[in-house]
C-alpha cells in the first residue's frame, strides 16, 4: 500500500501500529465512527509538517491522551 500512496518505504509498520492504536484509542474512548476520521486528520496534518513520521507520532499522542481522558458521558473531555 505505501507503495501505490507514493509513500517511502521505511514509514511502513511502525506507522501502521501507531495508527491501529490511535484509531483503538478513539473507537473505544469517544466515538467508534470517529476513529477513520481522526486518522485521516492526523495524516493530513503529519503530512504538512518537515518531518511527517515524527510529526504523526506527535499528533497521534497527543489525541490519544486527549481520547483517554474524554468523558464519554458528557461528550466532552474530562478533566484531570
Known sequence: ????????????????DMVLDLTSDVAHGVSRPGAPVT???????AGRAGDPAAAAREYAGKISALADRWDAGSNRPGRG
Not at 1 to 16: K, P, Q, T
Not at 39 to 45: D, I, K, P, S
Request: glycine share 18%; net charge negative.
Open 1 to 16: 500500500m505505501v507503495e501505490e500512496l507514493g509513500i517511502e518505504a521505511s514509514v511502513g509498520g511502525e506507522v501502521v
Open 39 to 45: 486518522a485521516f486528520l492526523v495524516g493530513l496534518a
